[in-house]
């Protein structure tokens, strides 16, 4: 009887570990859920991505794409966003319930500005009416130095460069109020490259 019970529990225990190795949760080691941000680490081309105006190159890639871009720093891909135009836009719409989310991304930026936003609305990005305030809206340098160089302009938040190459880590914290669709877009002035990568949109629990 003894080895009947012992041969059961040991039973029990693989079961239970099977399962917990077969259910991964997509939650981080914060609390923060992951959302349905497609392809945010660009490893899988530019699925899921879409490019607004003209005269925009938008690729993936692995490496430099100019010789004066030598301090980029890529791990495995990202995607390359070349802007011509001063009105192309790089969005992703996605449907996000209520609640307070992080949108996070690496950029390392060759160009006089860059502008980014959150959006309710394909055809308002862009447009202050449709923009979704920050809670909170944040750039960190590669020396945790977080820029001053950030501000919220009328239509989006709008990184101001003096002509120089800057490379940051960006979080737009905001909430909402109810189910909406998301549409988070970045722009480059004309003539701006950037490198993007390590985009996530992550919910956190217990504060909707």
Known sequence: MFKTATSFILSTAILLATVAATFVFPVNADGAENTSLVNGNFEDGTTGWNVTGTGATFKTVSGVQNENHKDVKITGK???FETKDINTWLYQGVK???GKYTWDFRIDL??????VGAYTSLDGIGKGSNLIVADEFKATNDSGVVSSA??????DYRISLDQGNSHYTVSYTFTLS???D???AIRGNGGACQYIDN?????AYGKE
Do not use: Q
């Not at 985009?199 to 919910?203: A, E, G, I, Q």
């Open 199 to 203: 985009m996530s949109v992550l919910k």
């Open 78 to 80: 990202a995607g390359y």
């Open 110 to 115: 060759y160009g006089t500005h860059n502008m």
């Open 96 to 98: 996000l319930s209520a």
């Open 150 to 155: 950030f501000k919220k302009d009328t239509n």
């Open 178 to 180: 109810e189910t909406t």
């Open 182 to 184: 998301v549409y988070f």
